[in-house]
Structures are given as structure tokens and as C-alpha cells.
């Protein structure tokens, strides 16, 4: 399968690192000399990984990766630079992970090909966008004693009547924890976990509404995404599970093995069920908070 990668240096140097690029048959470049110019690409065209030099008359390479880490952020990026990691600026980019790669080693551009596809291949350096609370929410999500909470039936029983009502391949019910999504609930599928990297709602749960994917192959965002596609994962809606306090700990998705839309009533009612989920968390909770503590033990 070819893979294409952006790269990103300036007019005198590009040619030499798209050719390092090309000359693995399965790697396909497209260049870029400046900032501007790499974040429309980054916009038009979908990328596997980023390979960029740190200085540019617009900017510097670590604004690029953040445009990346914005919208794509299981996108590798590897930092071709002469400039040396102690002279580069990263005080406000302190959350971007970057393969770091001296261009002035002897055999620089060979290992450049084997960085390249070793991130892309490996995943050497995947990461997930978070809330700017995450602690908080991380907390709030912890207050719920999942294991000790008899909610298998009522949630077994929701997810089967979200994908009967929605006509859907799958539908669950999941909490989003610190570096997974682990299923409390999944009708359609035996889904226990999946990692953050790899589940849509690690972006759903960033959004106030509903969030649709009519079509992941139509989404940059996922439409790499090897772990979705061997699921047969083509279409998502998911909705936000909010605790009382403001904090999103979970999702109510729905999702299909085909393209299809859905309409704003079908989106209420997609939240709806998410707040079901929620006050069914909440209602188990409160009971067993308010059992004697002979009882809850």
C-alpha cells in the first residue's frame, strides 16, 4: 500500500530529502518550503507522517507538528534539522512528541527511509488529544466504583435497544479512562477495550454535540486508522456521558459497517440515550454509597 508523506524543508534542501523518501517503494512524497504551504497541505491532502526541518522564514517546524497534534494526532513527525535539541524553542510545545533526526550524521538521508517507516509502522510515537482538564475529569471518572456497580444488565439492555432503534451494526457504551476506552457494554460486537489512540471517541468527547462520521475513508483524522478498519468500522455517531459536575467521562456511539447520516432528531435521541447511561451510572452509585458499610463490603 502506498504511503504518502509530507516533507517539509527549504528550496535548496527538499529535493534531496523527498528523494531519501522515495527511494522506498511503498513511500510516495509530496513537498513543502514553507509553513503556510505545509499547513494547507496538511489540510488537503491526507498524510501518514510529516518529516520537516526545524527553521523556516514563517515559523518553525514544531508549528507544523502542532497543526498536526490539532487535527491529526496519529500522525507521526519526525525533525529533520542540523539545528541541535538544545537550540530549539519547545517551551510552549511541551506536549509534542517528535522524532528527533540530525541531518548532519554521515548517514543521515539512509536513516531517514528506516526512521520513517519504523513510526509509521510501529507507531512509535501515536498520541491522542486530551481535555485541558483531563486530571479533573481522570478524578471524576474515578469517584464511579465500576466493579462494584450491577450495571451489566441495564447497560447489556441499553445497547441492544440503541442499535435496534438506530438499525446499526454495533452500539456501546464506554468510558473513557486514562490511556483506554474500556466497554461497559457492546451489542453487536465483543469489544472489551480499545487504546486511545485508536477509538473516534477520544475526539468525540472533545465536542459539546453529537459527533458524526458519515464515512471514516471522507476523514483525515481516521481514515489511517488501521485498528478501525479491521474492526469494519465506516460510520460513528457518539454522544458525551457528562457527570454532574461538567466532566465527560464517557460515550454512547453508535456505529456501522456502511455510510450513513443522521438526522438532528437522530442525534437528540443519540444524546438522550447518553444521559440515560449516565443517570443509570449515577442511580448505582448513590445506592451503593448509601448502603450500610457491612453491606457494601
Same mark, same amino acid.
Given at each position: 500500500?502506498?504511503?504518502?508523506?509530507?516533507?517539509? /524543508? !527549504?528550496?535548496?534542501?527538499? @529535493?534531496?530529502? !523527498?528523494? @531519501?523518501?522515495? %527511494?522506498?517503494? /511503498?513511500l510516495t512524497a509530496i513537498e513543502a518550503t514553507s509553513v503556510d504551504e505545509a499547513t494547507q497541505l496538511l489540510e %488537503?491532502?491526507?498524510v &501518514?507522517? &510529516? &518529516?520537516? =526541518? $526545524?527553521?523556516?522564514? /514563517?515559523?518553525t517546524g514544531l508549528e507544523i507538528v502542532e497543526t498536526i497534534r490539532s487535527e491529526t494526532p496519529q500522525t507521526?513527525?519526525?525533525?529533520?534539522? %542540523?539545528?541541535?535539541p538544545g537550540d530549539i524553542e519547545t517551551s510552549s510545545f511541551e506536549e509534542l512528541i517528535v522524532e528527533y533526526?540530525?541531518?548532519?550524521?554521515? %548517514? =543521515?538521508?539512509d536513516r531517514l527511509e528506516f526512521v520513517v517507516n519504523d513510526v509509521i509502522d510501529h507507531s512509535a510515537? &501515536?498520541?491522542?488529544? @486530551?481535555?485541558e482538564d483531563e486530571d479533573e475529569r481522570l478524578e471524576t471518572l474515578a469517584e464511579y466504583d465500576i466493579d462494584e456497580l450491577?450495571? /451489566?444488565e441495564s447497560f447489556d439492555r441499553l445497547t441492544d435497544l440503541i442499535a435496534d432503534h438506530f438499525d446499526v451494526a454495533v452500539s456501546f457504551v464506554g468510558l473513557i479512562e486514562k490511556d483506554e476506552e474500556n466497554f461497559l457494554a457492546c451489542s453487536g460486537a465483543d469489544w472489551d477495550s480499545l487504546t486511545r489512540e485508536d477509538t473516534m471517541c477520544t475526539h468525540s468527547m472533545l465536542q459539546e454535540d453529537v459527533m458524526v462520521v458519515e464515512d471514516i475513508a471522507d476523514d483525515k483524522r481516521f481514515n489511517k486508522n488501521e485498528q478501525l478498519e479491521n474492526l469494519g468500522i465506516v460510520s460513528y455517531a457518539g454522544a458525551n456521558m457528562t457527570a454532574p459536575n461538567g466532566q465527560v467521562i464517557g460515550q454512547v456511539c453508535v456505529l456501522d459497517h456502511e455510510s450513513r447520516s $443522521? !438526522?438532528?432528531a437522530e442525534r437528540e435521541t443519540l444524546q438522550q440515550y447518553a444521559e440515560t447511561a449516565m443517570e443509570i451510572l449515577e442511580l448505582r452509585q448513590s445506592v451503593l454509597e448509601a448502603r450500610p458499610p457491612e453491606v457494601a463490603q
Open positions: 500500500m502506498e504511503r504518502t508523506i509530507l516533507c517539509v /524543508d !527549504s528550496p535548496e534542501r527538499i @529535493a534531496t530529502v !523527498s528523494s @531519501a523518501i522515495e %527511494d522506498h517503494e /511503498d %488537503d491532502e491526507p &501518514v507522517c &510529516v &518529516v520537516t =526541518a $526545524y527553521d523556516f522564514p /514563517d515559523g507521526p513527525c519526525v525533525l529533520f534539522t %542540523d539545528v541541535s533526526l540530525n541531518r548532519d550524521l554521515p %548517514d =543521515a538521508t510515537q &501515536v498520541g491522542f488529544l @486530551a481535555p450491577p450495571i /451489566d $443522521y !438526522s438532528p
